[in-house]
């Protein structure tokens, strides 16, 4: 198939945007080119002409020689307002900002019907893996049972400098932060929200259904302390934050939790800034997919991919929205887990179905237990920061 030369008109030289130039710039064959980049802060130094540069909006929207919009920026409705527009002018559309799109799936679903246009964002689930675009077109849905893995970077970074080299959670932040694969609002990572963004998004992909972030738990490591890290140790295991979503009964379970990962367990090798999605099907059972997932160069590389497959039309199919047995969310199962607080008042016990083991001493309770997610998910004392949780599978 001949391939064109396409015009891209970017927002946002930040991280990612900088990354996506350099890749651009080191890529041969690639029939792309920059013509503008909009930024916020006209005053701010740029490593490259400044003749590239905007603050203008329109002068990408509204520009006819500009075929591609390249989305890479972190404020959320203004993304929105960006995608929606380009794709209203007829121009296809990458962007890597997950929480944009993860609140507005429906809404963007609907732009790409209605205008034609093609809306591309693998960068946005786990940076350099490909696995939008292996669930769009490898993955019979009837035989896909589960995805599941870590998709933060930044935490992972984290959990690893915590478990590999004994340093406390605020300097572990800070290097995550220096090497740029935090989020500018380090709460989207260490509260588990940027891995729920991806979830949401990875499981309209995976199994055809659409959820809003709030219809789904998250729960980070910011109330990660030194008993819980030693808890893990002593048994042989290390902490990953762990985004699922698995069908169950005809439904589709979705979270975003702290877990216990065995030692021998292949997510417990997947370290720093790397992530790891484990894809589970009836025939083909256990695939695995490791790569980076955060960074410049990492996410820019992925953002290219999709800038290269629109130069052969490539656009997502949506294959398995409206199939004949769409599957809800429920947050109908059970999780085994480990409840640590300081005294008995912080928490309810009641909730928990069954309790299977119990330590108390002076400074520190915990139990562990199963429970059911919708109550986890209504539960007010996981609130508590001297409460902590992880799951035990
Ligand atoms: N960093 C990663 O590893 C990574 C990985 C995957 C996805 N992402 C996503 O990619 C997006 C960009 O992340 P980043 O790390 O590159 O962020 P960043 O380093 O903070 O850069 C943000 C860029 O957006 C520009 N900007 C902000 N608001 C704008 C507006 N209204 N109009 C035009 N430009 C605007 C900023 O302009 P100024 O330069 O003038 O301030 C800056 O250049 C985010 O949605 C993030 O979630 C990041």
Known sequence: MEKKII?????GFGCVGQGLYEVLNKTKGINARVKKICIKHPDKH???????????????????????????????????????????????????SKKMIAENLRGLYDLQQQYHMPFLYEAACCASIPVIRNLEEYYDNDLLN??????NGSTN??????????????????????????????????????????????????????????????????????????????????????????????????????????????LSDVNNEYNGILVESTFAENQFFVGKGAGGTATGCAVLSDISALTYNYRYEYKK????????????????????????????LTHFYSISEK???????????TINLKKLKDAEWLKNREVNILVLD
Not at 231 to 255: D, M, P
């Open 157 to 266: 970074y984290i959990l690893t400098r915590i478990f590999e080299d004994h340093l406390d959670f605020d300097s572990a932040l800070r290097q995550a932060q220096e090497k740029g694969f935090a989020e500018t609002d380090p709460a989207l990572d260490i509260e588990g929200f940027d891995p729920k963004y991806k979830i949401c998004t990875l499981l309209l992909h995976a199994f055809g259904t659409f959820v809003t972030p709030a219809e789904v738990l998250n729960f980070g490591i910011s109330h990660l302390n030194d008993f819980d890290i030693n808890f893990a140790r002593q048994r042989e295991c290390t902490i990953k934050l762990i985004a699922k979503c698995r069908k169950l009964n005809g439904n589709v379970i979705t979270y975003v939790l702290p877990h216990l990962i065995p030692r021998h367990h292949l």
């Open 321 to 348: 929205i409206g199939q004949s047995n769409p599957l809800s969310l429920t947050n109908d199962v059970q999780l085994k887990i480990y409840l640590r607080y300081t005294s008995p008042d912080q928490v309810d």
């Open 46 to 96: 740029r490593p490259i002409d400044a003749s590239f540069f905007t603050t203008d909006k329109n002068d990408l929207l509204n520009d006819p020689q500009i075929d591609v919009i390249v989305e890479l920026i972190n404020e959320t409705d203004a993304a929105f307002d960006i995608v929606s527009t380009a794709l209203k002018n007829g121009k296809a559309v990458v962007s890597a």
């Open 146 to 151: 589960a995805v599941e893995g870590i998709c």
């Open 7 to 11: 015009n891209l008109g970017i927002f």
């Open 359 to 369: 330590y108390e001493s002076a400074s520190n309770r915990y139990i562990v237990g």
